[in-house]
Structure formats: C-alpha cells, structure tokens
C-alpha cells in the first residue's frame, strides 16, 4: 500500500462515510505510526487526501435575561457567590 492508496482510503473515509475530522485525522496518524514504527518504511511524498470538515460549532450562550433569572432562582450562599463573580472578573482584568 502507496501513498495514492492511502489518499484514497481518506478521501473515502471523508466523502463515502462522512467521518468527522479527528476520526479522519486519527486514521491517518495510524497509518504513519504502522509505516514508521511497525515497517519501519518511511512514506514518499505528502498526501493530499480529501479533508473531512470540522463541525462548526457555535457556543452556547445565555441571554442576559435568562441569566438574571437563573440567579434570581438561587438563594443564600450560591446567589452571593454568583453575584460576586462579575467583580472578581473585572479586577482581574485592570490589574493583570
């Protein structure tokens, strides 16, 4: 098995099974641990297989008034603490 066939098996990977990218990235770096550590063959050339794409991720975030009615449903203790923490992160900021 060459570099064109180890294209090949990533571009399939990618395009027939729609594998995320890591479990792509996770393929080819056995195949190069096998070739160098296992064979003992170094491979010739670089290979251009088809990339799978990396889910674009959004994150989540809260609007202000889904956060002030969290806080507003905690009580004693927990909300003290939550209602400190926008403090602590603004002196954090000015002194670092």
């Known amino acids: 098995m060459g570099n064109k066939e180890i294209e090949a098996f990533l571009s399939y990977l990618a395009v027939d099974m729609k594998v ?16 160098k550590e296992v064979l003992q063959k170094d491979l010739d050339g670089s290979i251009d297989a088809i990339r799978a794409k990396k889910p674009k991720r959004l994150p989540t975030v809260m ?4 956060t002030m009615r969290v806080i507003g449903a905690m009580s004693g203790d ?11 992160i603004y002196w954090r ?4």
């Open 20 to 35: 995320l990218a890591a479990t792509q990235n996770q393929a080819f770096n056995a195949l190069l641990f096998l070739y």
């Open 63 to 66: 609007t202000k008034e889904e």
């Open 78 to 88: 927990y909300q003290l603490m939550v209602k400190l923490i926008p403090p602590l």
């Open 93 to 96: 900021q000015i002194t670092t």
